[in-house]
């Protein structure tokens, strides 16, 4: 079965860092395009960042800009997002997603339909 575990979150300081990462199995991770997703509350699910199927390539949300990083390990399944300067309207559930068809695609997707699989979520709450 096709699992994607999201772990790192937890309660922060506004301006402080937090590092998330997602563990997968029972997929191709390696010809997967990987994304992170939050959902704030009383809100619909939005992109966040994404990472082509070879890392070579990322894309973020501009809010994100500058501030998040994602990366990710092929040889451990594992995809990461460093979140730093942290604020309160980053207060979400965050989830990570795979996108299966992500090597045959002509660019990396940032829209939750061409997402195949999600994770359960991980809590982050900033403070002020």
């Known amino acids: 079965q096709v699992q994607l575990v999201e772990s790192g979150g937890g309660l922060v300081q506004a301006g402080g860092s937090l590092r998330l990462s997602c563990a997968a199995s029972g997929l191709s991770f390696r010809n997967a395009n990987m994304g992170w997703f939050r959902q704030c509350p009383g809100k619909e699910r939005e992109f966040v960042a994404a990472?082509?199927?070879?890392?070579?390539?990322?894309y973020y949300a501009d809010s994100m800009k500058g501030r998040f990083t994602i990366s990710r390990d092929n040889a451990k399944n594992t995809v990461s997002l460093q979140m730093n300067s942290l604020k309160p309207e980053d207060t979400a559930v965050y989830y990570c997603a795979a996108d299966l068809l992500g090597k045959l695609r002509s660019y990396v997707r940032t829209d939750r339909p061409f997402y195949n699989y999600w994770g359960q979520g991980t809590q982050v709450t900033v403070s002020s």
């Open positions: 990472i082509a199927w070879n890392g070579d390539s990322t």
